[in-house]
Nanobody
Framework: VQLVESGGGLVQPGGSLSLSCAASGDTLDDYAIGWFRQAPGKEREKISCISSGGGTKFYSDSVKGRFTISRDDAKNTVYLEMNRLRPEDTAVYYC???????????????WGQGTQVTVSS
């Protein structure tokens, strides 16, 4: 599975961005999809996940209430809608795909190359 993230960029505090994670090489129906981020000098952080079928969603406390994850299996794409962005959201954002696992185990199989999100005035 190849994953390609897009939608990153520069946004002012309080603004919004929508990230996409497009997959090729396999259909995503049976994959749990995670979103991670890593800021300079900080550890990688799991911020969101959506289970196969979309029935379960996870958000870290740092993004809960501001970010929304969704999936469109017909388009083989997963989305991360990010609202009310803060400077501390600045990081490289990665999506991951894991076959037949729950959200607790994402990040083991496939990773995208990442997309930079910068929140600054």
């Amino acid at each position: 599975v190849q994953l390609v993230e897009s939608g990153g960029g520069l946004v002012q505090p309080g603004g919004s961005l929508s990230l996409s994670c497009a997959a090729s090489g396999d259909t995503l129906d049976d994959y749990a999809i995670g979103w991670f981020r890593q800021a300079p000098g900080k550890e990688r952080e799991k911020i969101s996940c959506i289970s196969s079928g979309g029935g379960t969603k996870f958000y870290s406390d740092s993004v809960k209430g501001r970010f929304t994850i969704s999936r469109d299996d017909a388009k083989n794409t997963v989305y991360l809608e990010m609202n009310r962005l803060r400077p501390e959201d600045t990081a490289v954002y990665y999506c991951t795909a894991d076959f037949l696992v729950t959200c607790g185990f994402v990040g083991q199989d496939y990773w995208g190359q990442g997309t930079q999100v910068t929140v600054s005035s």
